[in-house]
């Protein structure tokens, strides 16, 4: 085995065992609970959860997707985001190798995995992860070599500014709020982390794939406009293909039109 596969390894089950950490913020931080106490427990029957109840993953398969205490069903989302958060820590560290910008943005990515299911789940983005996201994004972009702080600090005004905007020409048309101030603080926090450059594409892409997921599904449902799928977890898909793949989509892009 290879250094580079060891630490690819490694570096996964990292991933793995932050996403079963955001399991924890998904499910306690929109309830305003501590996300350090008590012990993890079942949801159902409250029982405290041994530590081999709580390994990413595997436990899920040898518990047999079922708490050992009660026997009710643990959600496959569990296990999901735990992979999620390991593919994406994998993809990062491959994308970026040995530098600052590795650390910076697996914050980044569990960030945005945690606001994507909490919005999911609640369509709400609490600020108690979006602002002092902003803050990080900012402070860290010191660490990123390509990204200067005037980079992050217009990509914060341009983002958040833009979607305001947004809202408010919306709030005027309609008379309804459409846009949530949830999305603009996550739309300026990405443009902290990924400068004012990406935020035009990482909107773009969002709504290309909203539209995409989102037609079909208003056709399909009837269009209740209650319905409507939440945004953030578009957002967070389109900051995290400009993240990995922005450079190559924008080579492609003047490829073929420029
Ligand atoms: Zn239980």
Known sequence: MTGTTLFSLLI????????????VCIFRLPQGQSIVWPHSYCPFCRASLRWYHNIPVAS?????????????????????VELITGLLFL?????????????????FVSILVTISFIDLDHRIIPDVI???GVGAGFLLSFLIPWLSWLDSLLGVLIGGGLLY???????????????GGGDIKLLAMIGAFLGWKAVFPVIFISSAVGCLIGIPLMLFRGG?????????????LGALVYLLYGRILIQWYVDCFL
């Open 12 to 23: 996964f089950a990292l991933g793995l065992t932050i996403g079963s950490f955001l399991n």
């Open 60 to 80: 899920f398969v040898f518990l047999r997707a079922r708490c050992s205490f009660c026997g009710q069903p643990i959600p496959l989302r569990y296990p999901l």
């Open 91 to 107: 993809l990062v560290f491959l994308r970026f190798g040995f530098q600052w910008a590795t650390p910076v943005y697996w914050l």
């Open 130 to 132: 979006s602002l002092p």
């Open 165 to 179: 905007a947004v809202a408010v020409a919306y709030k005027l048309l309609r008379k309804v709020d459409g846009m």
């Open 224 to 236: 209740d406009p209650q319905l409507a799928l939440p945004f953030g977890p578009f957002l967070a």
